[in-house]
C-alpha cells in the first residue's frame, strides 16, 4: 500500500466494526432461512460467509476469542465402527416417503457440550469414517477377526477442514475437482441403508424407491451455521413447518 492509498483510509471504531459483523451474521440468517425453505446447495455459500466471519482478520479473532461455540454431545469412541456424523440426524416423511439427512438441532432435543472457539473449530471431530477397509462397499463394516482400519487412522473432519474444503471447491469459486469424501458423506449406504414398509409397498435405499430429499454434507453446514449463529447470540431454530 502506497502513502496515498494509506492517507484515504481510517481504522473502524469498535462499534462501527460490531456493525460490519452484524451485516455478515444478518446475511447468515437469510441463506439459513432459504436453505431450511429447502434449497440446500445455499450452503456453498454459507461455508464462505462462516468462513469469513470466523477467520477474516484479527478483528474476527478478536471477536469470537471469548465466545462460546456447542457441540452436540453423545461418545463417538474407539468401539464405535460405524461411521460418526455428529452434526445430522435421519428423518423420514411424505407420500411417497422420503428420507432426509438433517441438522441435528432440527431434532426435538440433544446434549450438547459448551466449547471456547478453537476446541471447537480445530480439534472438535463431526466425522469419523467407519474402521471397513479402503474400497469396502458403503454400510459394510468388519465384524469379528476381519482386517479393520485402526482407531486412530479412520479419515476425519474437524469443522475448520470441512468448510474450507466446502468453500474452496464450491462456495468462494467453482473448481472442476471434488472431494471424494463429500460423495462419500453424501451416500445414504454409508448409514447401512434404509428401508420403510407402507401398504403401498416396500420403499428402500437399496433400489433407489426411496428418495432422498435432504443430503448430509449441506445439513453439517446448516448445523455449523447454527452453532455459529448461537455463539454470537444471533436467534436461529428449525423450521417451522419441518421443510
Not at 436453505?35 to 471477536?63: C, Q
Not at 441435528?104 to 471431530?125: A, H, P, Q
Not at 472431494?179 to 441403508?193: Q, R, T
Request: proline share 7%; hydrophobic share 35%; aromatic share 10%.
Amino acid at each position: 500500500m502506497n502513502k496515498r492509498s494509506k492517507a484515504n483510509v481510517r481504522r473502524l471504531a469498535e462499534d462501527e466494526l460490531w456493525g460490519h459483523f452484524q451485516k455478515s451474521l444478518e446475511t447468515l440468517q437469510h441463506l439459513a432461512k432459504v436453505f431450511d425453505d429447502g434449497h440446500s446447495p445455499i450452503a456453498f455459500s454459507m461455508a464462505t460467509e462462516v468462513y469469513k466471519i470466523l477467520t477474516e482478520n484479527s478483528s474476527a479473532t478478536r471477536l469470537r476469542a471469548n465466545k462460546i461455540f456447542t457441540t452436540p454431545s453423545f461418545d463417538a469412541g474407539p468401539n464405535i465402527i460405524s461411521a460418526v456424523h455428529k452434526l445430522t440426524l435421519v428423518s423420514f416423511g411424505g407420500t411417497p416417503p422420503a428420507i432426509s439427512f438433517d441438522p441435528i438441532f432440527y431434532g426435538v432435543s440433544y446434549g450438547v457440550e459448551n466449547l471456547d472457539f478453537r476446541t471447537w473449530w480445530n480439534r472438535d471431530v463431526i466425522f469419523r469414517a467407519s474402521a471397513a477397509l479402503p474400497g469396502t462397499p458403503p454400510g459394510i463394516l468388519p465384524v469379528n477377526d476381519t482386517p479393520a482400519v485402526p482407531f486412530e487412522k479412520r479419515e476425519k473432519l474437524t469443522r475448520m477442514r470441512f468448510v474450507q474444503l466446502l468453500r474452496n471447491k464450491a462456495g468462494s469459486h467453482l473448481e472442476s475437482e471434488w472431494p471424494m469424501l463429500f460423495d462419500e458423506l453424501d451416500d445414504e449406504k454409508g448409514w447401512g441403508g434404509f428401508a420403510i414398509h407402507t401398504p403401498d409397498g416396500e420403499f428402500s435405499t437399496e433400489n433407489g424407491t426411496l428418495s432422498i430429499r435432504r443430503r448430509q454434507v449441506g445439513s453439517m453446514m446448516r448445523q455449523i451455521t447454527h452453532e455459529l449463529l448461537i455463539a454470537y447470540d444471533f436467534a436461529d431454530g428449525p423450521p417451522e413447518s419441518g421443510k
